[in-house]
């Protein structure tokens, strides 16, 4: 079993960055890629990027792409969602999901941070 925790989320101003973190611990070994999700009040669940568990490959969003980047620790088994130029619309709690299989479902996911950006 994998268990994923998020932090980092808060409150900041339109244009501003926050740094979400996600610490995986368990048996992460057989994680083969990394996603981060999110989910606005009233709105369906989307996807905000992925990255192999490998630390390569990661990909976007069209919504977030140039403004948000992903990066991982291997060492620490911790990945990272950094967000710049951020808009009222980015809020949303977001989550980390993990899964096993390239291209297949994400089986383990984190209990959410929330991320407000005021205008």
């Known amino acids: 079993q994998v268990q994923l925790v998020e932090s980092g989320g808060g409150l900041v101003q339109a244009g501003g960055s926050l740094r979400l973190s996600c610490a995986a611990s368990g048996t992460t070994y057989i994680l083969y890629q990394m996603g981060w999700f999110r989910q606005a009040p009233r709105k369906e669940r989307e996807f905000v990027g992925g990255v192999r568990w490998s630390g390569d490959g990661a990909y976007y969003d069209e919504s977030v792409k140039g403004r948000f980047t992903i990066s991982l620790d291997n060492a620490k088994d911790i990945v990272y969602l950094q967000m710049n130029s951020l808009k009222p619309e980015d809020t949303a709690v977001y989550y980390c999901?993990?899964?096993?299989?390239?291209?297949?479902?994400?089986?383990?996911w984190g209990q959410g941070t929330q991320v407000t950006v005021s205008s």
């Open positions: 999901a993990a899964g096993p299989t390239a291209g297949g479902a994400y089986s383990y």
